[in-house]
């Protein structure tokens, strides 16, 4: 099963959530001490992705006007942070100096929000606020 397998997440009975005792849990996504070629290369990744994500999500028709909204303001806040990367691994690379990266997410449980929240989306069966 690929890791985002939606499937097998989609048919709840083929997992036991009864190990999800956590309401906020802590994941560490990316965490070293990097040259500045393979800090790009980490980062720049992340960055494509969910620049992707919200690519996919704004040329969406079934997508609200709100969301797709919210998924053009991320792309262009996801591409302002990209260049600031960018200009950081430069300047890592210019200098010798290495790129030390410190990057946790939170996950919480929480109720589903109302269909009127500002910026949900729809996705798979899964309600997605944010960026």
């Given at each position: ?10 048919n ?19 965490e070293?001490?990097?040259n500045?070629?393979?800090?790009a290369?980490?980062l720049?990744?992340l960055l ?15 997508v ?12 262009e ?5 990209k ?6 691994v430069v300047?890592a690379r210019k ?7 410190d ?7 929480i109720e589903r ?16 606020v944010?960026g």
């Amino acid at each position: 099963m690929e890791f985002w397998d939606l499937k097998k997440i989609r048919n709840k009975d083929q997992h036991n959530f009864a190990d999800l005792t956590l309401e906020t849990e802590n994941i560490q996504l990316v965490e070293g001490q990097f040259n500045a070629i393979d800090a790009a290369d980490v980062l720049i990744s992340l960055l494509n992705d969910k620049i992707r994500y919200h690519t996919i999500k704004s040329m969406n028709m079934s997508v609200e006007n709100a969301s797709r909204n919210h998924s053009l303001m991320r792309i262009e806040a996801l591409q302002q942070s990209k260049n600031r990367i960018l200009e950081l691994v430069v300047k890592a690379r210019k200098t010798g100096k290495w790129v030390e990266i410190d990057s946790a997410i939170q996950i919480k449980l929480i109720e589903r929000p109302s269909a009127k929240s500002e910026g949900s989306k729809q996705d798979y069966g899964f309600t997605s606020v944010g960026g």
